[in-house]
Structure formats: C-alpha cells, structure tokens
C-alpha cells in the first residue's frame, strides 16, 4: 500500500536527511533534490535519475547490450505500466541477472551525483512510480553509505569535485600512448566540451568508473575543466530570467532527444 508522507521532513533539509525520514515510515513516491530524483517503494530505493548521469537505456544500447529498437519497444509497451524492466526480460531481449546488475550500477552512479553534496531536498510526490518498474530495491542507508564512500575515495585521488561536472580539457601535450587502456580511452574522449556524463555515456561506461578516470588524469595534470564559455547577447538585450527545469521534465528531453536521433 502506499503510503501518503507530507509532514516528516521538509524543503529546507538535506536529501539524505528526507530519504531517512521516508524510509522510516516506509513511503512509496518519488523525492527530487537539486541534481536528481530518488524513487522509493515502501520505504526502499528503487531507482535513482540524474542528469549528470547516462540512463539505464543509454548504458544498454550503447553498450550493445540490447538493440535501440529493443529498448525502446519495451518502453514502449512497458511505461505505461511501470513494466519496462519486466518487458526487456520477458521478450528475452536480456537475462535477468544482466538487467540487475546494470541497473544497480546506474543507480549507484545517479545516487552518487544526487548525494554526494548532500543538498537540499525540494519536494516529494507520493505513490509516484518510475516507468522502469521494479526491479531490485537497495536501503537507502546502503545508498547513502555507498554515496559517501565513493565521494572519500575520489575526493584521495583528485580532490577538486568540479572536475565531475564541468566540461574539461585536454592540457596541451597530454597524450594518451603510455597510459592505461581505460583511462586512455577516456583521455580521447575530453574535447573541451564533453562533461563526465558525455563522456560516460560515449564510452558507454558507468559514471563512477569514468570518474575514478577523469580524477586521475587531472591528479596527472593531463585534464582540467574547460574555461567557461562566454555568451553572446545581442545589443541592448536584459539578463533572461533563471528557470528551474523540473527533472521529470529534463527527463522528458532526453527522451524526445534520443527519440529524434534514432
């Protein structure tokens, strides 16, 4: 049953402090912080969405994992279900071990970005369900333990956390000949403009793994992040005013994005 939750936490507190709130009293729905949505069945994490992040389609056909005409079969018939996950094994696209274990690493990666500041919590929507569907639930004191654990050791390796973010760069006469397979594949994938996620989702790689990376070749002084591009306004134009893109909505382009690209 689920649960309605309106008074055990509130927009002014952490999203780790509301994630603990709701899972003590066991809430189903979904709870959007400044860089993602968690989505919670009776009290568990069952999927997490950000922006900084590749989504589970993207790792699984770029991967090669399943074909993009696959996937977006099952999201076809599935979504309005919450059944996708369910789709992709049923129609015997992908074993249902393969489908867990990518699913918990997507999910650990967006937790990661959603946690890792610890910002604020803005709103949650009870008995809201992501369209995947169920497919493994993780306690959220094992999400935000995990979360904190790969902040500590990225933070040992590079501690500069802009370098997760921002576009980077190649310093000049950085090469990739004499360093490691993986992370020479990331350097060849920094062009100045591309962000951790763009570059994860290139090499159609988990996030953290990109992460572990991109510190390394900063903590080598091969990367750093891009200088920040300057705008052009036209003459005699006003500042544009600061819009707030719901993540449901960020999400919404993704899709349509990648809908068009297919």
């Known amino acids: 049953m689920t649960r309605v939750v309106t008074t055990t936490w509130t927009a002014h507190g952490t999203t780790s402090d509301a994630l603990g709130a709701l899972a003590a009293e066991g809430a189903t729905g979904a709870l959007s912080g400044e860089r993602g949505i968690v ?61 867990e274990v990518c699913h918990l690493g997507a999910l650990f990666d967006a937790a990661y970005f959603v946690l890792a ?66 992370r020479g594949r990331t350097l060849t994938q920094v062009d100045g403009v591309r962000t951790a996620a763009q570059i994860a989702s290139a090499l159609a790689c988990r996030t953290y793994h990109t992460l572990v990376e991109l510190r390394r070749l900063a903590a080598d002084g091969l990367v750093r992040a ?28 993704r899709l349509r994005d990648a809908l068009e690209a297919l």
């Open 39 to 99: 989505y919670l069945s009776a009290g568990r994490v069952v999927h997490v969405e950000s922006a900084c992040t590749p989504d589970l389609g993207a790792l699984l056909t770029r991967s090669g994992a399943v074909p993009a005409d696959g996937w977006w079969d099952a999201v076809d018939r599935g979504g309005t279900q919450h059944r996708v996950g369910h789709r992709l094994v049923d129609s015997g696209r992908l074993a249902a071990g393969a489908l």
């Open 117 to 182: 500041h610890d910002t604020r919590a803005q709103r949650f929507r009870p008995g809201a369900v992501h369209w995947l569907g169920v497919v493994r639930s993780v306690p959220v004191d094992v999400v935000v333990r995990e979360s904190g654990r790969r902040r500590a050791l990225l933070d040992r390796i590079w501690p500069d956390p802009a370098i997760d973010t921002v576009p980077l760069t190649r310093v000049p006469g950085a090469d990739a000949a004499d360093l490691p397979a993986r």
């Open 226 to 253: 891009a200088p920040p591009a300057v705008p052009s306004v036209p003459a005699g134009a006003g500042p544009r005013p600061l819009v707030w893109d719901d993540p449901d909505t960020a999400l919404l382009r």
